[in-house]
T-cell receptor
Framework: DAKTTQPTSMDCAEGRAANLPCNHSTISGNEYVYWYRQIHSQGPQYIIHGLKNNETNEMASLIITEDRKSSTLILPHATLRDTAVYYCIVKIGTGFQKLVFGTGTRLLVSP | DVKVTQSSRYLVKRTGEKVFLECVQDMDHENMFWYRQDPGLGLRLIYFSYDVKMKEKGDIPEGYSVSREKKERFSLILESASTNQTSMYLC?????????????FGPGTRLLVL
C-alpha cells in the first residue's frame, strides 16, 4: 500500500475554507485517494474519493495534482461540527482491500 | 444514504463472558467487515465476509469468530472475553461498483471487559 503523509493538526475559523493536504508520492496508477473523517468516539465517515480528476460532492472537494503525488481536501465553509480527525488513504479501487488509517490530521474549527 | 447500524454503542462485560456484537446494513452490500480500533495501533481488520455464509480471517482473528447468515447482518462473537479485547469495534460494509469499492462504517461499539 502507498503510504500517506499528513500534517498532525490544523486550525480553521468557522465559515472559512479548510484545506487539508496529503502527500502520497508512491501512489500506483490503479490506486485511488480516499478521505475519511472521524469525529470523537464515532465511526469513521466516508467523505470523498478520486483517481486523477478533481471531485466534488455535498461534503467536500478533492483536488489531486497532475502527477498524483499529492492531494488536498477542501471543506468550503467549515463549521464547528467539522472538527474531527481526517484520514487520507490510498487504495486499489477494485475488490476488497482493508483500510489502513495513518495518524491523520486533527482539524479544529473554532468560532 | 448508506446506513450501517451496530447493536450497542457501549458495552461492559466480564472476563470469560461470551459477547455478541451485531451489525446490520441496509444497502444490499456484498462485503462486510469487522475492525477494532485502539489508540496508537490504528484500525485493524478482524474478519470480513464477501457473501452470505462466507468469511475470511483478517489480521487479528484470534479470540473472535463471525457469522453471516443473512446478507444484511454480520455478527462478531467473542467466545470468551478477555481484558485485552477492550476496544472500539467498528463494522463496515461495501459494494464493488465497477472499479470502485468504498467502505461505510457504523457508529462503533465501545467494549469494556472487566
Amino acid at each position: 500500500d502507498a503510504k500517506t503523509t499528513q500534517p498532525t493538526s490544523m486550525d480553521c475559523a468557522e465559515g472559512r475554507a479548510a484545506n487539508l493536504p496529503c502527500n502520497h508520492s508512491t501512489i500506483s496508477g490503479n490506486e485511488y485517494v480516499y478521505w475519511y473523517r472521524q469525529i470523537h468516539s464515532q465511526g469513521p465517515q466516508y467523505i470523498i474519493h478520486g483517481l486523477k480528476n478533481n471531485e466534488t460532492n455535498e461534503m467536500a472537494s478533492l483536488i489531486i495534482t497532475e502527477d498524483r503525488k499529492s492531494s488536498t481536501l477542501i471543506l468550503p465553509h467549515a463549521t464547528l461540527r467539522d472538527t474531527a480527525v481526517y484520514y487520507c488513504i490510498v487504495k486499489i479501487g477494485t475488490g476488497f482491500q482493508k483500510l489502513v488509517f495513518g495518524t491523520g490530521t486533527r482539524l479544529l474549527v473554532s468560532p | 444514504d448508506v446506513k450501517v447500524t451496530q447493536s450497542s454503542r457501549y458495552l461492559v462485560k466480564r472476563t470469560g463472558e461470551k459477547v455478541f456484537l451485531e451489525c446490520v446494513q441496509d444497502m444490499d452490500h456484498e462485503n462486510m467487515f469487522w475492525y477494532r480500533q485502539d489508540p496508537g495501533l490504528g484500525l485493524r481488520l478482524i474478519y470480513f465476509s464477501y457473501d452470505v455464509k462466507m468469511k475470511e480471517k483478517g489480521d487479528i482473528p484470534e479470540g473472535y469468530s463471525v457469522s453471516r447468515e443473512k446478507k444484511e447482518r454480520f455478527s462478531l462473537i467473542l467466545e470468551s472475553a478477555s481484558t485485552n479485547q477492550t476496544s472500539m469495534y467498528l463494522c463496515a460494509s461495501s459494494v464493488n461498483r465497477g472499479l470502485q469499492e468504498t467502505q461505510y462504517f457504523g457508529p462503533g461499539t465501545r467494549l469494556l471487559v472487566l
